[in-house]
């Protein structure tokens, strides 16, 4: 599987946005579901979001209407919109790859590849 990495987290102030970028590393094709899941510290890792190649969605409950996730095949990336930001939002966010075809998982088991992550901070 590529290896996912991760751009533009940030500082943000509670309701501002932030568009998080998930690319592969290197000439290589990003043409695998793609998720995002984030960590807040003392938390486990938590499901985000995640994207089939044609597009297919499934968001968790606490970011659905808020968060939209999206994909440019042609230019291999993935995309994090976040709107309506919350200091509860504040972690660590990871992208994540897999190898599934068939359905979108939400455990981070089911993911094989993933990125350093970038660090998203919401104040109040």
């Known amino acids: 599987q590529a290896q996912p990495v991760e751009s533009g987290g940030g500082l943000v102030q509670t309701g501002g946005s932030l568009r998080l970028s998930c690319a592969a590393s290197?000439?290589?094709?990003?043409?695998?579901?793609t998720g995002w899941f984030r960590q807040a510290p003392g938390k486990e890792r938590e499901f985000v979001a995640v994207i089939s190649w044609g597009g297919s969605t499934t968001y968790a409950d606490s970011v659905e209407g808020r968060f939209t996730i999206s994909r440019d095949n042609a230019k291999n990336t993935v995309y994090l919109q976040m709107n309506s930001l919350k200091p509860e939002d504040t972690a660590v966010y990871y992208c994540a790859t897999t190898s599934a075809k068939t359905y979108l998982p939400t455990k981070p088991e089911a993911f094989g590849s993933w990125g350093q992550g970038t660090q998203v901070t919401v104040s109040s």
């Open positions: 290197g000439r290589t094709t990003f043409n695998y579901v």
